[in-house]
């Protein structure tokens, strides 16, 4: 279906192909939600690209159905904006955590992962942030956001060290 597959790639969620035999996806590509590839010529996607565009594309038209105060549009409309990036480390996050690692038979470490990142930094930053320090709602929000973006390092160092493959035929090793 593609003309070519760089290495260190990834394709998660639902993906469209209008043809596809000349669309060339270069090293380390990352796409995910909807992402349509329109292929009517050469159609080059090369090294370090990310897709979140589907919350960017649709904010003007979720904006416009709302019938919000001023305010409430504008912390939406930034609400959107982190959200989308947001996505980016859920996605992989998701897959990781509860794909692969689950599937190697490692799930104490999502488990963990979540416990630490979520519990003791996260909610006891956004807890800091709008009780005592009094940062704007936005600023809480993103906090709050943090929890996928943190996590990211770790997953990926877990991943690499290759820790989470355990051999579950072995009823010993479980």
Known sequence: MLGSFGEGRFIQ???AFHYGKHTKIGKSFF???????????INRREKHLCYAKPVHILSPVILS?????????????????????YLVGKSVNGTTIAGIFCAGGDSRFGF???VVTMWCIIVLL????AFIVKVPVLMVYFIVDLDEIVKLPA???????????KDLTNKEDL
């Open 13 to 15: 969620g639902s993906i």
């Open 65 to 85: 159905v709302t019938n919000l105060s001023e305010q409430a549009t504008n912390y939406l409309r930034w609400m959107l904006v982190m959200c989308s990036y």
């Open 31 to 41: 796409g995910h939600f909807h992402l349509t590839i329109q292929d009517d010529d």
């Open 126 to 129: 956004a807890l800091i942030a």
């Open 112 to 114: 963990l992962c979540d």
């Open 155 to 165: 997953v990926y160092r877990h991943y690499k060290k290759y820790h989470w493959i």
